[in-house]
């Protein structure tokens, strides 16, 4: 009865964290549809590919938010409100201090970051433009994932949800406004999304300060938060360099494909942007087995943490094969939605059959991972990704794309064979430290 209701409780609390992810991925389709509707081909290659870099950043922020996610939860589950309120402060002050060093260097070094994209030379301001504009509100992603991942730390996934919708709005309006009456173009859409989450982070702030989260948070309060920045990092480091790195694999091989010309840039460009909306299904996952697993390890219940797995499993496995289903049936009509471009159109589902594969084991994958982030074994989460990217993704990429006569599924077909590895490592893993838990319930 407990395990049938904790599936129940995994999928209403991930319905919400899917939701939001799949809006906040909405803020780069939409660039990429304002541009490809009112801008050219080559706004709509220097839009991916810039969209593309700040993942990587975007990656590196919601990996620290882990160590924020599985400190906080745990304490919470243990009703330490005093620990609870220091890890929040702890938080405030690094994830400010990233926010500022991330601004400086991505504003001096934007150039830099499009040349390391590979992109074509007659998009190369446009995307440069494109990621220096969105650099300089770094301020606003950092503190846009920090405070989803509080909030959902504490049991709460639709409020940030709620303040996602809000921002994709304004972006939305934004980037319609600034590329349409304007014609601003890459500049625009980059303006707009920065704009936008900007406004959410005040938002969710002021929120936080009238309605609270289930404690009261005094960041001017001496009460040890020094003391978590160590933790913090220890703990969400490694799921933040995995993410990066395992973030710019993917533009590493999109720019193997940026090579074969701007139509190829494009076409690989929708797609990546059709992949980012599907791959929302395992990320949510991540995160919500990560907060129940921290909620269980808090709570001294390993059984529970181990049901958590399991319905993770269940529901990511169910979802991840729909997404595939579609991916490889349909995806052609999906790319539609960026691109009206049938050359472009072509490339794209060609890539996206392949990425079907990916998704669905991806999906599994992924619940593994959360579960091994609530257990803090994030040094492995960390290895598992490094292993793959070195052994087998960039590998066979590079020789599919420079040794043998390059296709674009053949490129697309790295990120599936890293993806299976990656699955292989995480139940060998898993059974190695099936003793390490009693998984016994606190009041078995």
């Known amino acids: 009865m407990k395990r ?17 992810l799949f809006v906040q991925a909405l803020y780069g389709a939409v660039d990429l549809w304002a541009v490809g509707t009112f801008a050219t081909t080559d706004d709509v290659s ?39 309120q220091a890890i929040v402060k702890a938080s405030f002050g690094l994830f400010f201090v ?39 509100g770094s301020l606003g992603i950092v503190f846009f994932n920090l405070l989803g991942s509080i909030f959902r730390a504490v049991g709460d996934s639709k409020t940030p949800f709620i303040f996602v919708c809000i921002t994709c709005v304004i972006n939305i ?41 289930g404690f009261k948070v005094d960041l001017f309060k001496k009460n040890g938060s020094r003391a978590f920045v160590a933790p913090m990092v220890k ?8 993410g990066s790195v395992t973030e710019a694999s993917y533009a590493i ?24 909306f599907v791959y929302l299904v395992p990320t949510a996952f ?30 990511a496995g169910l979802f991840g094969f729909i997404a595939a289903f579609a991916l490889f049936f349909y ?36 619940s593994i991972l959360g579960f091994f982030n609530g257990l803090s074994r994030t040094r492995f989460v960390m290895i598992q990704g490094l292993l793959a990217i070195i052994l087998v993704k960039l590998p066979y990429a590079y020789v599919a794309t420079f040794v043998v006569e390059p296709k674009v599924y053949n490129i697309a077909l790295a990120d599936a064979l890293s993806s299976i590895f990656q699955l292989i490592l995480c139940l060998i893993y898993l059974f190695i430290i099936r003793k390490s838990y009693s998984f016994k319930s606190r009041s078995s």
Do not use: H
């Open 173 to 213: 309006i934004g980037d319609y406004v600034l590329t349409r009456f304007f014609a601003l173009g890459t500049l625009g859409v980059a303006i707009s999304t920065t704009v936008s989450q900007i406004i959410s982070v005040i938002l969710s702030l002021a929120y936080m300060s009238v309605k609270g989260i």
């Open 235 to 242: 703990i969400g480091f490694p799921v933040a360099l995995q």
């Open 98 to 136: 990233l926010g500022v060093v991330l601004t400086l260097l991505i504003a001096l070094f934007a150039r830099e970051g499009a040349l390391l994209m590979n992109s074509p030379l007659e998009a190369l301001e446009q995307t440069t433009a494109y990621i220096r504009v969105c650099g300089l």
């Open 46 to 84: 220097a839009v991916a590919i810039g969209s593309e870099f700040m993942q990587i950043i975007t990656q590196l922020v919601v990996g620290l938010t882990m160590g924020v996610t599985v400190l906080l939860a745990s304490n919470y589950a243990q009703k330490s409100e005093d620990n609870c």
């Open 253 to 276: 091989v999109i720019s193997f494909a940026n090579t074969l010309g701007v139509l190829a840039s494009a076409g690989v460009g929708v797609a990546s942007k059709v992949i980012m």
């Open 286 to 315: 991540v995160q919500v087995i990560s907060v129940f697993t921290s909620e269980s390890v808090g709570q001294g219940d390993f059984r529970r943490a181990k049901q958590s797995l399991y319905a993770g499993l269940i529901w």
């Open 4 to 20: 049938n209701r904790l599936i129940i409780d995994v999928i209403k609390f991930t319905i919400p964290v899917l939701l939001a």
């Open 331 to 366: 995806g052609d009509l999906i790319s539609l939605i960026f691109t009206k471009d049938e050359a472009v159109i072509d490339i794209s589902w060609e890539y996206l059959k392949v990425c079907s594969i990916e998704c669905l084991v991806l999906s599994f994958v992924y």
